[in-house]
């Protein structure tokens, strides 16, 4: 093997062209003062410590500093050759068990055949929700799903759902086993932040953490024998485009019959959709809300930042009334000292901070 080829390979291993030549000059001398190896490689001598002590941390050379003058001597090629072996071991189980996680959660798709699997898809994604989700689906299917929606609701889930199939709120709370009676009425807020019902039929349609959903045709949750087929997927990039369908083609469309009471503040907010949905909550309470959000500027630097103040106004779409200027809008106005600062979530484009993490409370 020629010298180059040697030295691509020691490369492979993290060593930088400098410690690749001292180590290479090294093997040739088996052990040598720092200063013949120094004129060997090209290098400094002061240099030659330095990488010397590198080297011996990674089982190439050993540093006898005892002696006068030091003297650096290179370890057999099958010691470190065994040692680059049992590192290789060591470390491939981790990524091993990473690269399989990334199989899992990463760009994945399922054609899903029958209603009664895309009903168990729904409980499935629905249990998994960490912070937000999004879901239309047919008021007849609703009981099904009702308890894996109330469950995500108490863990702090944010909930859009829209109940297809009916006219109103009363044929809702019907149809999860209620009456229009104040006594035994179904509170709708028990399963969904916002509910709003279309006497459309529309596509099933769910996002869960905007990573993962599940969209079905409508024909193949209303009839037993429909040959349509739902997709089921796992996508960074295709969940918020079917969030921004839902909230811009469907959301507006259908009417708003319940809506959740504002949660006690104070909470941060690592999805800032939840935080622009609890901060109209409460400053259309009447209460001042004070924001601190830690995020980056958006310009071409993107520079860590830190805002903090009074809630100004807010812009959504979530509650009627909407004051949105395109579907996906959602940000917050913080009134700082040095003047008013416009807040969006991941990927905002038109505000003036990208929010990473963002705290309420309430003045």
Known sequence: MD??????LLRRFGLSEKETDTYLALLEYGE??????????????????????????????????????????ANPPEEV???????????????????????????QFEVVKSRVTVIKRIRSLLEGADAELTLSIPA??????????ADALDRG????????????????????????????????????????????????????????????????????????QAIAFSQAQLAPVIVGAFMGNYWPAADEVALAEPTALPVEYEDFRQAVFQATLHLRAGRTVHAT????????????????????????????????????ENSLT??????????????AFVEDVEAELTRLAVE
Do not use: C
């Open 157 to 228: 889930v944010l909930v859009l759902l829209i109940v297809t199939d009916v006219e109103d709120a009363a044929e809702v709370r019907d149809v999860l086993g209620g009456t229009e009676g104040p006594e035994d009425s179904v509170d709708l807020v028990t399963i969904a932040s916002v509910v709003r019902t279309w006497s459309e039929a529309m596509s099933t349609m769910l996002t869960v953490d905007s990573a993962r959903g599940l969209v079905a045709p409508p024909e193949l949750l209303r009839r037993s024998d429909s040959d349509r």
């Open 81 to 107: 050759i065994e040692r680059l072996r049992s590192d290789a071991d060591a470390i491939r189980p981790g990524l091993e068990e990473r690269y399989s996680r990334a199989e899992r959660e990463t760009e």
């Open 334 to 347: 913080v009134e700082t000292d040095e003047g008013p600062v416009s807040v969006g979530g991941r990927g």
């Open 293 to 328: 959000v830690a995020g980056r500027w958006i310009d071409e630097d993107a520079e860590p930042v830190e805002v903090s103040g009074p809630v100004g106004s807010v812009k959504q779409a979530m509650i009627e009334p909407t004051n949105n200027e395109f579907p996906v």
């Open 140 to 149: 007849k299917h609703l009981p099904t799903v009702r308890d894996a929606l």
């Open 32 to 73: 040598a003062k720092a200063s013949t190896v120094a004129d060997a490689a090209g290098v400094s001598k002061r240099y030659v410590y330095s990488v010397s002590e590198s080297l011996a941390d990674r089982g190439f050379v050993e540093v006898h500093d005892h002696a006068v003058p030091t003297t650096i001597r």
């Open 3 to 8: 010298d180059r080829t040697l030295a691509d």
